[in-house]
């Protein structure tokens, strides 16, 4: 719910409610007592920062900054947003009491409002309990992929994970998982959001979570489910006598987020030697103080420790998780000295190649082929859907976000087919569909697997990944953004591509570069399909439309849920056989080039490149 549109009364009139309702019900004393000092300072510009429209529960959930207010997370909206939460799975499950949540946590925190993943964690399974309902609340930090895991391993009704992921320091998130193991997609978040706004008043017992610790209703299960995840993964290592024997060695960071302990155990659980950590980044530090951004993602520059720690211990492979261990990068040292971080894509293609050769030794029958699937999400490389063609399994693509992927790879799995890998160009990767999320812990042992196996042929990853190219076609890649705050400029960029060549003609071209298909997802147009109407769902509320050009490139245009930002990812696929890169670099390039200037027109939008 947002504040009134305009200005005078109808703004003061609501953020007066809004803070009067919270000095009655914030029990927290170091939010409480901001709140009152903005209102004795009559500082309307930071109150109106703090209440101007509470936070939207979307099917990522929750993720804000920490601090007062109902824009923002802290005990209190923690507490409204579990009510809700409560009071929506009490009317989709009526065994709910009898089977319970599971919540686990990251090691975020924020002194100065006194909020803190564990804390949240407390309180939202206090919630749960003084209604009733078995809790399983991990009693230490665990990464994100362990909330859906319990999910489905203890059959319980549904998941919570207090964690920002790779946000700034200051941010944390409240992400919700459902009964099948996967994240919720709509309308369970328009169903929550509106149980939310009919539960606002904290319950009697909302404070007390001291209560929890003598109930009977609460449960830790860290013991059996690291004890469980552990030994499920082991199915997924299959060379282990060479892990045994290997001698490349690894170093690993888990960028002060909670992947060390878990990485080491699962190394351990392939019988590979455990990599070196990078001392200053083991241990988890809400602080991240030796990275300008906690996220692998960025590149070389949150892996500057890590390849130092390699270079002094003769490291070839460097393998980083995010803070809450759902993602990996990988890099690796070239001849040249240099070191490559292969981007979501590449490892995509690695990892996905290895799944399958690795299923294919052990699955003789070609029958079982028509049963076997991957997928990807629709911003990401075709790479997987030119492997399947070859080798005769199944390739599908969904939108994007792992959401879609694990809820479509639970699907499957009910009608008896086999998901071998998911990923997206994010640095998300499904190895084992025990997870139906990413899981940087499994894809960081099962990239050291392949990369030990590797050896034994004197091959590198990079060398591997060309092989991929010339059997199954290069797949050139190349993604980036620009910033825009102006939500109707957006609106504007893109309405201007559904309306090019004069009123409801999308472009035939992009500057030299031919059109063969165009596919709006907001709309729901696709002139690929003989009805013209596209199969993927569609939203909308965000813009994305994806452009097919005649000489085999792709690009996708889309907001981003969470940033401000209008994102493209591009791709030119060629076909197998020895396609020169370097060509079809050059010629992605230029596509690029075009895409930005024709299709963005940033000056005449006014958008900020991004900045590398």
Request: charged content about 25%; some cysteine; proline content about 5%.
């Amino acid at each position: 719910m947002a504040a009134p549109e305009g200005g005078g009364l109808g703004e003061d009139a609501w953020l007066d409610r809004e803070t009067a309702q919270w000095l009655r019900w914030d029990k927290n004393f170091l939010t409480l007592e901001a709140v009152k000092r903005l209102i004795a300072e009559g500082n309307k510009e930071e109150l109106g920062k703090c209440f101007g429209a509470r936070m939207e529960f979307g099917t990522a959930g929750l993720r804000a900054a920490m601090g007062p207010g109902i824009s923002r997370m802290n005990d209190l909206t923690i507490i409204q947003t579990t009510q809700g939460f409560c009071r929506y799975l009490e009317k989709q499950f009526s065994d709910l009491k009898q089977k319970g949540i599971v919540i686990s946590f990251d090691a975020r925190a924020h002194p100065s409002s006194g909020g803190s993943s564990r804390r949240f964690a407390r309180l939202a399974a206090t919630t749960f309990i003084s209604q009733g309902i078995p809790v399983y609340l991990f009693s230490d930090i665990t990464p994100t992929p362990f909330v859906p895991f319990t999910v489905l391993r203890l059959k319980l009704c549904a998941g919570i994970m207090i964690t920002a992921s790779h946000n700034p320091k200051q941010d944390n998130g409240y992400k919700v998982y459902w009964d099948n193991g996967a994240q919720i997609i709509s309308p369970h978040d328009k169903g929550i959001s509106q149980a939310i706004e009919e539960n606002l008043e904290p319950w009697p017992q909302a404070w007390d979570d001291s209560l929890i610790d003598s109930s009977p209703l609460l449960h830790n299960p860290s013991a059996s489910i690291n004890n469980d995840y552990f030994e499920d993964l082991k199915k997924y290592c299959f060379h282990r006598s060479v892990n045994r024997e290997t001698k490349v060695k690894f170093v690993h960071t888990s960028v002060h987020g909670v992947g060390h302990n878990f990485v080491q155990s699962a190394f351990k659980a392939f019988d590979l030697v455990p990599p070196e950590a990078v001392p200053e980044q083991k241990d988890p530090d809400p602080e991240f103080p030796t990275v300008k951004y906690p996220n692998p993602e960025e590149g070389k520059g949150v892996l500057t420790l890590s390849f130092a720690l390699a270079d002094k211990t003769k490291a070839r492979i460097v393998l980083a998780n995010d803070p809450d261990a759902d993602r990996l990068a990988v890099a690796e040292k070239q001849d040249s000295g240099e070191w490559r971080v292969f981007s979501g894509n590449e490892l995509g293609a690695l990892l996905g190649w290895w799944l399958f050769t690795s299923w294919k030794e052990k699955n003789q029958d070609r029958g079982a082929l028509k049963d076997t699937y991957m997928l990807s999400s629709t911003v990401s490389s075709k790479i997987l859907r030119a492997i399947a063609l070859k080798e005769g399994f199944h390739f599908e693509e969904t939108l994007t976000g792992f959401k879609w992927m694990g809820n479509r790879a639970k699907q499957l799995m009910d009608q008896g087919k086999t998901v071998l890998f998911a990923f997206e160009e994010a640095i998300g990767y499904m190895c084992c569909p025990f997870v139906l999320d990413k899981d940087g812990v499994s894809a960081a042992v099962i990239s050291a697997e392949l990369a030990s196996f590797l050896a034994t042929k004197n091959l590198s990853l990079s060398q591997q990944l060309k092989a991929i190219y010339v059997e199954y076609g290069y797949h050139i890649t190349k993604a980036s953004y620009f910033i825009c705050h102006d939500q109707d400029t957006i609106k504007k960029l893109f309405e201007n591509l559904r309306n090019y060549d004069g009123k409801n003609n999308y472009p035939k071209a992009c500057g030299k570069f031919e059109i063969s298909a165009i596919r709006d997802l907001t709309t729901g147009y696709d002139d690929s399909q003989p009805d013209k109407k596209a199969v993927l769902p569609t939203s909308k509320s965000s813009q994305m439309i994806t452009f097919t050009f005649a000489n085999g490139g792709v690009a996708t245009m889309r907001t981003s849920g969470t940033e401000p930002k209008i994102k493209y990812y591009a791709e030119l696929c060629a076909p197998p056989g020895n396609s020169d890169p370097e060509q079809l670099k050059k010629e992605l390039n230029e596509l690029v080039s075009a895409i930005e200037e024709h299709f963005f027109q940033p000056q005449k939008f006014n958008l900020q490149p991004k900045v590398d």
